[in-house]
């Protein structure tokens, strides 16, 4: 993996519009996470957002575990677990009653 190149990500490009808005051709979920290694052998978590503002053929997101309590990889951990969002829907979604 090279990152060629880093730019912000707007948080419309991780959230949906409306809650029944997911679409699986324009949003994140869980499908589209996985791992990935650093030049230096470091773990990364790499998100792929399928459209972008900037890339409407999609962009990965990465980071790697981080030391403290800003850390995207624990956030992101205990989000699954808790939430265990299903592979058909949004990757935020939250269990809320008796669904998602």
């Known amino acids: 993996m090279h990152l060629l190149h880093c730019r912000c990500i707007s948080i419309g490009e991780f959230t949906v519009p409306k809650l029944d808005g997911f679409n699986p051709e324009a ?15 470091l773990k990364v978590m790499v998100l792929h957002i399928p459209c972008t503002k900037i890339a409407h053929w999609g962009e990965d997101v990465c980071w790697a575990k ?10 992101l951990t205990s989000h699954l677990e808790t939430n265990d969002p299903p592979d058909n829907a949004h990757l935020f979604v939250y269990c809320y009653k008796t669904g998602h």
Request: net charge negative; no cysteine; proline share 0%.
């Open 27 to 41: 949003h994140v979920s869980k499908t589209r996470l996985s791992y990935d290694q650093s030049r230096e052998g």
């Open 66 to 75: 981080q030391d403290g309590l800003v850390d995207q990889d624990t956030a």
